[in-house]
């Protein structure tokens, strides 16, 4: 598998977030969203083995381990690697763009689907039939980048009534949406949804690595 960086940190979003999380960042995307803040991990990487990719994984530690890219279903052996993870008593995530088919992940593993929005440029890219199986325990993330953002959020989740179905994340774009605002939209929509800022942005300098 290509991998940019395998590092440990706290899970700086989604319903885990501030737990200790061992991040295993894939290297590619075919998606190219207006507010990318991992563009590094476009091109690049190290060619590893899912041998090596575990023993570096049970160096580090944390029994959470996130699955992010660039975009992992990329990965041909990502599957595999996630079978691997959840054997060696892992809780597993995956966050992805939403673009690519999930079937081929083991059923314990739990999906963030970045739905994209219209702010994102990549839109088009969306695939509803991920929504429609979304599951208890897995997440929906809407990355935000003003108030149309939000209404085309708002209108999906009312819609597809994904507050009933799976955890609902909103996540305004560090340094372009204020969070306050944000807020004020949910509360005055009573939407059922959880504000999701970067925790990693405010704790270390929002441009840092490996935080």
Aim: net charge negative; proline share 6%.
């Amino acid at each position: 598998m290509r991998i940019t960086e395998i590092y440990i940190s706290i899970q700086g979003e989604t319903q885990y977030a501030g737990l200790p999380c061992t991040l295993v960042r894939t290297t590619g995307c075919d998606l190219r969203c207006g507010y990318c803040d991992s563009a590094f991990a476009f091109h690049g990487g190290t060619d590893m083995s899912l041998d090596q990719i575990m023993a570096e994984v049970a160096r580090l530690g944390a029994p959470l381990v996130l699955l992010t890219g660039g975009e992992p279903m990329l990965q041909r052996e990502l599957p595999e690697l996630a079978g691997r993870l959840l054997r060696g008593g892992y809780r597993v995530m995956i966050e992805t763009s939403g673009a690519h088919p999930l079937d081929t992940l083991p059923e314990a593993v739990v999906r963030v689907i970045d739905v994209k929005t219209p702010g994102s440029g990549e839109s088009h890219r969306n695939r509803p039939e991920l929504l429609r199986g979304l599951r208890p325990g897995d997440a929906v993330k809407f990355v935000l980048v003003d108030e149309a953002d939000y209404t085309w959020a708002a209108d999906l989740i009312r819609e597809q009534e994904l507050g009933g179905r799976a955890e609902v994340l909103l996540s305004p774009v560090h340094g372009r949406l204020d969070p306050r605002k944000l807020v004020e939209w949910m509360l005055r929509d009573r939407l059922p949804a959880r504000l999701n800022v970067q925790l990693h942005k405010y704790i270390w300098e929002p441009e840092a690595r490996r935080v």
